[in-house]
């Protein structure tokens, strides 16, 4: 068989150039093996695409619309966010099945849902209890500011606005950053590491994005305390339930139920006055910041009554690949 002409080499060559040219280029951003895009880029489009999405929604409801329109309309919109960042995220970026960002939805996960939601009331109660007795907080009405709606359905607009925003970022802070720098990680170092560090990182830029409602850089340290406390409550169950829960009633109580919200302005069951100092009685307060701190305690007790053990659950860097899915 004669050898290839002097053409056809050159133009294999060329192709091969080509080739190891496009590979180089897809490398940092495509993974090949697994058919997916890579570790860094699952992590941060969820929360960069949704967040966009989120400001387009609120600039557009909130020229078009006024209260009490523009809030249940804004609310349905941040639902249908989060429904497709959900879709999005499992489909197209980390193709891997919803229920391993942990949002499986079955009783267990509604029972932890619920934990999380008292343990959060709780410590809140504390808080209001805590500034009423040092004089910083004075309780002067009840089932008030709802505006030109009635009380009850206020509340439940609100209970959904708060809702959903919360479950929003707690998919894109913990079930799809924190899961994905972990999983990614894994392997180049150890497991811990490799979960302490992602921990870390979504903390810091759970912190970062809270920063238009500080007044000062050390108000950060409530913010990423609370991004901690979240994210072990999901890297010691493999769940989003602790942290959702959690996360929905802190947010709801704080402001709607006990009234000590200051950058959400909220009908309020308990309208409270604040006339203690801002580095104690403020949104991210010393008295705050104690009672997250028990949250957390509490979490950790409750993961440890329920599942006998503290330790990192595997489905955290958990991936499956469709052909096991489908065999």
Known sequence: MSPNPPEQRDSQATASVVARAASGLRWPVWNSADRRVRAPLRAVLPAVLSFLALAVLQSVVRARFTHPVREPIEAAGIGAILVATVFVSARLLDRRPIGEYGLSLDRR??????????????????????AVSAGWATVVGVAEGAGDLPFLPAMVVVFAYIALAAAWEEVVFRGAMLKNLAEGADGLVPRWA?????????????????????????????????????????????????PIGFHVWYNFTQSAVFGLGHSQQTPELLAVEIVGPPRWVGEEGTIFTVFAVIGGLLLLAYVRWSDGRLRIDERVTQWTPRAERET
């Open 109 to 130: 996960w509604w029972r932890s849902f619920a934990v999380g939601g008292a343990i959060a009331t709780a410590i809140n109660a504390g808080a209001l209890a805590v």
């Open 194 to 242: 490799a979960v302490g560090l992602a921990v870390l990182l979504s903390a810091l830029v759970f912190a970062f994005l809270h920063g238009g409602k500080i007044d000062h850089p050390s108000q950060y340290g409530y913010y990423l305390l609370a991004g901690l406390v979240l994210s072990g409550a999901y890297v010691l169950t493999g769940d989003l339930a602790l």
